[in-house]
């Protein structure tokens, strides 16, 4: 018979989140630090407006962009979070969550071979989506040492006369690293000096712990050149709603509009009308969660401190970032020992590209009990490996 499989599709590797995810599920009495979703139930005034949009029968399609309300809302959030202006009629299209405007950005945006530069260790989504696209993906090595900070001197050496897209993964997900606003001013004078577009995943924006988010959107110049991803998930705990959008210029937003139309139709109602009472009333739920997660990341920092383990501070998301290196064993050795010998999952570095090597993402989006639980275990676990290593 014919292979009925695409091979673009066969040959992009299946998520190196899921396989410790997937193990730990069937293991007893293990702990896992390795989803990154919030361990809050959403909260209950946002729960009780679907379950009311229910009730009163609210059932049908949206309009292919989303609700009129909540794109209000939307635009209304981002004017006072992060001081930018757009039009909610024409520069805003509510999306099946922040994966589904990242995919369709690209799609409407790429041309077969176009290069899109991908600053790494970052989620696992954005190569695989440029490579459905048609479009080339570049990756950009971010160090340690720069505190994972993408820096101008590392995007210059990357720009081709085929470069289009840069995607800027910040707050980022498995770092924890930000780029405050002399870090975006800096890079944004190559974008426009390059003529270069931006795809900023801000969906962390709401957590970060040194300062306010900074949207490189806001940056002189700049809107006119970036598609803005944001949506529920981590900020509102609202992950198994779905639900996100993409903010930008019209004629970019439009011709995502078109696909969407044709792909998806609309994102759910349900979900749609539990985000206007979130963007609405929710901002005191996202400060208690915040310091929540402010607390467990000092607590983690301080950990890894004590322990001997090399790590930076990250200042955003819900995840840290230790080194290894010095156990010489690869991310992926070190992760499944650990999680056979001491029953805790945590994602090899490597999940997140081929520099996240000799690291580990830790989240820290589960309660400080389960945290102190597995940090006892992985005290236990990286002193049984010096202890090896003497015996070397």
Request: charged letters at 30%; a negative charge.
């Amino acid at each position: 018979m014919r292979n009925p499989l695409a091979d673009t599709i066969v040959n992009i590797k299946p998520s190196g989140i899921r396989k410790f995810f997937d193990l730990v599920s069937e293991m007893k009495d293990a702990i896992s630090l390795g989803v990154g979703e919030p361990d809050f139930d959403t909260p209950w005034h946002i729960r009780d407006e679907g379950i009311y949009s229910l009730e009163r029968g609210r059932t049908f399609y949206t309009s292919n962009a989303g609700l009129k309300e909540l794109k209000e809302e939307i635009a209304n959030y981002l004017r006072r979070r992060v001081h930018v202006d757009y039009d909610d009629r024409h520069e805003i299209l509510v999306t099946v969550g922040g994966s589904e405007a990242i995919d369709m950005a690209m799609r409407v945006m790429l041309n077969p071979g176009e290069e899109v530069l991908i600053p790494q260790p970052s989620y696992v989504s954005y190569e695989p989506c440029t490579i459905m696209a048609g479009g080339k993906p570049v990756i950009i090595e971010l160090k340690a040492e720069n505190e994972f900070r993408l820096t101008p001197e590392e995007l210059l050496e990357h720009i081709t006369d085929k470069t289009k897209l840069l995607v800027l993964p910040f707050p980022n997900n498995p770092t924890g690293a930000i780029m405050e606003q002399k870090d975006l001013e800096a890079i944004a004078k190559v974008i426009i000096e390059k003529d270069l577009y931006v795809l900023s995943d801000e969906i962390y924006s709401e957590l970060t712990y040194k300062e306010d988010h900074v949207s490189i959107a806001s940056i002189p110049d700049m809107q006119e050149r970036t598609i803005l991803i944001n949506g529920f998930s981590k900020a509102y705990a609202m992950t198994g709603w779905r639900l996100g959008y993409a903010c930008g210029p019209r004629k970019i937003i439009e011709q995502m509009t078109k696909l969407h139309q044709y792909a998806i139709m609309c994102a759910p109602t349900t979900s749609q009308y539990a985000a206007v009472e979130a963007l609405r009333n929710g901002d005191d739920d996202v400060a208690m969660m915040r310091e929540a997660y402010n607390q467990r990341r000092r607590y983690l920092v301080h950990a890894f401190k004590e322990m001997g383990l090399e790590c930076f501070e990250p200042y955003g998301a819900f995840y840290i970032f230790p080194c290894i290196k010095e156990f010489g064993m690869t991310s992926e050795e070190f992760a499944s020992r650990f999680l056979m010998e001491e029953k805790v999952a945590v994602v090899p570095g490597t999940a997140f590209g081929d520099c996240g090597e000799g690291f580990l993402r830790i989240s820290y989006a589960y309660s400080l009990e389960n945290l102190k639980e597995a940090l006892g275990r992985m005290q236990k676990f990286i002193d049984r490996l010096r202890e090896e290593q003497k015996d070397k």
